[in-house]
């Protein structure tokens, strides 16, 4: 069974940055995953950030971006604001059809 | 703008199928381009893709699911449902439908909790 790992937890100052990551358990993680990337506050239902790896959703801002770094993929927020408190998720889509949800990472503003 | 309101019981009991309808308003499921998915949270933990149909009727489901999960497209009502068969307390979460497109989830349902309860 595919696992696509995060980071549990990530501290940012405001106006700091901070760099998520989404790993495979076995394998690197590349532009053919065409990761993407959810946005989760508490009893609110995801909402899309990245797509294709770097892709902002409408209305997004710039602060948010997607890469690939090394054998992950990974999101970055620059110049983080308070509202930026919330879960991550990534997905991954693994082909036939397939996806999976990373892990999940809650990020602290603090 | 499209919208997503899913529907259904909130209460199942073990072993038997929990019954969810996805309802998209404001355009036509049968739009060339979508897919229709249906992803689960339980409480405090992460989210789970369960599986998605096309119009055509083509699914693809999460492996881990597959022999409980049935998602079916009604193309004159606009809807789309998810059955999941013997349940159990593990079922127990959040249910969402979302579209997706350019394989990402671009819009998400608000979300039903359903539990699995005697």
């Known amino acids: 069974q595919t696992v696509v790992t995060q980071e549990p937890s990530f501290s940012v100052s405001p106006g700091g940055t901070v760099t998520l990551t989404c790993g495979l358990s076995?394998?690197?993680?590349?532009?053919?995953?065409?990761p993407s990337w959810y946005q989760q506050t508490p009893g609110q239902a995801p909402r899309t950030l990245i797509y294709?790896?770097?892709t902002h959703s409408s209305g997004v801002p710039d602060r948010f971006s997607g890469s690939i770094l090394g054998n992950k993929a990974a999101l970055t927020i620059t110049g983080a604001q308070a509202d930026d408190e919330s879960d991550y998720y990534c997905?991954?889509?693994?082909?036939?059809?397939?996806?999976?949800f990373g892990t999940g990472t809650k990020v602290n503003v603090l | 703008q499209v919208q997503l309101q899913e529907s259904g019981p909130g209460l199942v009991k073990p072993s038997q199928t929990l019954s969810l309808t996805c309802t998209v308003s404001?355009?036509?499921?049968?739009?060339?381009?979508?897919?229709w998915s249906w992803i689960r949270q339980p409480a405090g933990k992460g989210l789970e893709w369960i599986g998605r149909?096309?119009?055509?009727?083509?699914?693809n489901y999460n492996p881990s699911l597959k022999s409980r999960v049935t998602i079916s497209v009604d193309t004159s009502k606009n809807q789309f449902s998810l059955k999941l068969s013997s349940v159990t307390a593990a079922d127990t979460a959040v249910y969402y439908c979302?579209?997706?497109?350019?394989?990402?989830?671009?819009?998400w349902g608000q979300g039903t909790m359903v539990t699995v309860s005697s």
């Open positions: 404001g355009g036509s499921i049968s739009s060339g381009s979508y897919f």
């Open positions: 149909i096309y119009t055509s009727g083509s699914t």
């Open positions: 294709s790896t770097n």
């Open positions: 076995s394998g690197s993680v590349s532009t053919s995953y065409y």
């Open positions: 997905v991954l889509y693994m082909g036939s059809g397939i996806y999976v």
């Open positions: 979302a579209s997706e497109v350019l394989y990402s989830f671009d819009i």
